[in-house]
Structure formats: C-alpha cells, structure tokens
C-alpha cells in the first residue's frame, strides 16, 4: 500500500488519462519545437503543422556537415506521455524517388531538461533503430514511450551513405506527434481532456447537447440548436424528442412543451383550444347526419320494397281466389288452396310489411 502512494500521481491516474485524456500534446498552443540547425526554409514548425505529408516541402530538415541532427518537443511542463508518431520524409516508391535513408539509427529520448543542456545518458531512452543499409526504417513509425516528462527529443549521429560525398547526420521529420494524457506530473490533475471528456481526471462525458469542447473543470459548454440547460443535457423549452429536434407545436401556450414527449406545459392556447372545440362538433354533427341520412334512405328502400312486395301478394291473392272459385267452391279444393306454399308466403310479407315502424312511410311512399 506504500509503494501505491508513493507513485507519482500521474501514474496514480494512468487508467483513466490513457482512456479518456490523450491527446496530441505537439498541437497544444504553449508547446514549442526547435531543431539543431535548419536547411533551406524547412523549419521545424513544419513538423507541428497537422499535415501528414511526407514530401520535403512538407518536412522539417535539418542542414548537413553537422555531426550530430536533433529536433525537440518542448511540451512547456511535464505531462504522462504515452507514444509518439513520427511522420519521416519519403517521396515515393520508385526507384529515383528519395527515401527514408537518414532515418537509419535514429534514436527517441525523453528529459525535464532540453537537449542543449542534457547528454543522451541523463535521458530516459524510449527507442533505438537498428537498421543498416542498404535496409531502411518505416517511414511512418509509432512508438511506445510511457514515460513522464517536458522534452521529447528525437537525434541521430547517423551519415547515410546514399548522401555522398555529402557527409554528416541529418533528419528531415514531417510531423511528430506526442500521445499523452494532460496531467501534471505534481497534482496528477488533468491540465487537458480529449473533446468529449471533462473532470479533474477527464473520466466525465461532456452532455451530448455540446456544441464545442465543454469546460473542463464542470463540463459546461454551449449548447447546439434545441438544446438547452447549464450544460446542455436537456431540450430547451422549445423542442422536444431524443435529440431536441422536435419544434413544440404552435398551440401550446407561449410556444414551449416538456422535452420528453411535446405536452404543452401550460396547457394549449384559448384560440386554439376554442378552435379544436368547434371542430370537434363539426365532426359530431357531421356523422350524426350521415347516420340519419343513411337510416332514412335505408327505411325508405324498404318501405318501397313492402309496397311493392304488398301489391305482388295481392295480385297473388285475387289469383288464388279466382282458382278457388273455378273449382265450384270445392270445399277439398279451397283447403288445399289456402296451404299451398304461395299463400303462406303472402302471409308473411304482409305480417312484416305491416309492422307499426313501417306504417307511414308505406302510405306516403
């Protein structure tokens, strides 16, 4: 239990800054890059200008006829570095196309003090490449350097052979780029966070309703359209729905709902509500009169159908009697009329059509 409390404090926080703080510590406005000597107009800002670039416009270059080439990463204080990514000049892959040569044994330190004031022995050594010609480097290398410390240094003493009769070391870097958590080698306070992250350790997630980066010691930031509150993680009173998107509808009261599912939150304006008041009763109205309608036209078929129906079975009728008559008033012949299936039936239509409901619309029909 000692030994933990006596580590330093970044290290203490090392989980948490290498998961939610890393970050580009070569882009940080107060980092400042320097190299040993400078050719042409290839200075060393350009190995801290975002541009991946590994053609020799693009490149910080170092002069030749010195015996030793340097450039340094000055991160301003102590911070817990994680890897850098060094970005080497390469033209091309063809044959006639400039290569990787100095990269060759190219060596990776790290220190609290610059390299004007250090040798390579009072540094922390993070890598060393061993390629020999005619073999080269990648061009493109990312190395591992979980150390803490204010000065990343990258040196050579290495004369590549294919610079003849040109002598001396060289280093024509594109871009190096630092990987760290922002956290101060005294405190083990996060100095910075990556975007999305807040807190004294950067374990906070900023509200999904940030526009920007949010503040990193309360995570307040300003909010995107629809969304609303200190720092942003609810809709503002004029939208609503899982990403506040939704407008509140016209008719709620001062034009502003509950974020969660659009209810006014005062309630719905008079002039509206009166308005959907009256629809409604047109609506009512509306199928009230067509139930009417349809209940008149449907007694109205029917009654033209009893009376139609009422006249066949007369007409029937007078024909069944007219048969009984021509059979001499036959007592047999007159039972067997009036059980004859067709006098039944004449029967029934007039029980039906003359039920009381159809009544007055069979005489005005």
């Known amino acids: 239990m000692v030994a933990i409390l006596n580590l330093d404090p970044c290290l203490r926080f090392i989980a948490k800054c290498s998961s939610f703080a890393t970050e580009n510590l070569s882009r940080r406005k107060t980092t400042i890059i320097t190299q040993s000597s400078t050719y ?18 693009k490149c910080a270059h170092t002069a030749a006829n010195h015996s030793k080439a340097w450039l340094q990463v000055d991160l301003g ?177 001062q034009g502003i709902c509950f974020g969660n599912n659009g209810s006014c939150i005062k309630g719905r304006s008079l002039e509206n509500s009166k308005r959907e008041f009256t629809q409604y009763l047109m609506y009512v109205f509306a199928g009230l009169f067509g139930i009417n309608l349809s209940l008149n036209i449907f007694l109205t078929m029917r009654a033209k159908t009893c009376k139609q129906e009422t006249e066949e079975s007369t007409n029937m009728e007078e024909n069944q009697y007219q048969q009984i008559e021509l059979a001499d008033l036959n007592p047999v012949a007159v039972e067997i009329a009036e059980g004859e299936p067709v006098y039944e039936n004449i029967r029934e239509t007039r029980d039906v059509c003359e039920m009381p409901h159809y009544e007055t619309l069979k005489y005005s029909a």
């Open 77 to 253: 204080t102590p911070f817990r570095i994680r890897n850098v990514v060094i970005y080497y000049r390469k033209e091309g892959d063809g044959s006639n196309d400039w290569k990787q040569y100095r990269f060759r044994q190219f060596y990776l330190d790290v220190s609290d003090l610059p390299v004007t004031q250090t040798t390579t022995a009072e540094r922390t050594r993070c890598y060393t490449d061993n390629t020999t010609a005619p073999n080269l480097p990648p061009n493109i290398i990312d190395i591992p350097c979980k150390q803490t410390a204010r000065f990343v240094i990258v040196e050579t003493t290495y004369d590549a052979p294919e610079d003849d009769p040109q002598k001396g070391a060289v280093l024509e870097i594109c871009e190096i780029q630092v990987k760290g958590c922002g956290c101060t080698k005294t405190s083990g306070v996060c100095t910075s966070c990556m975007d999305g992250w807040y807190g004294y350790t950067c374990d906070e997630t900023c509200a999904a309703g940030c526009s920007l980066r949010c503040d990193q010691v309360d995570g307040n930031c300003s909010c995107k359209p629809g969304w609303g509150g200190y720092d942003c993680r609810e809709c503002s009173p004029f939208f609503y729905g899982e990403s506040c998107k939704e407008p509140c509808s016209t008719d709620c009261v």
């Open 40 to 57: 042409n107009v290839n200075n060393a800002t350009l190995a801290n200008d975002g541009m991946d670039a590994t053609t020799e416009l």
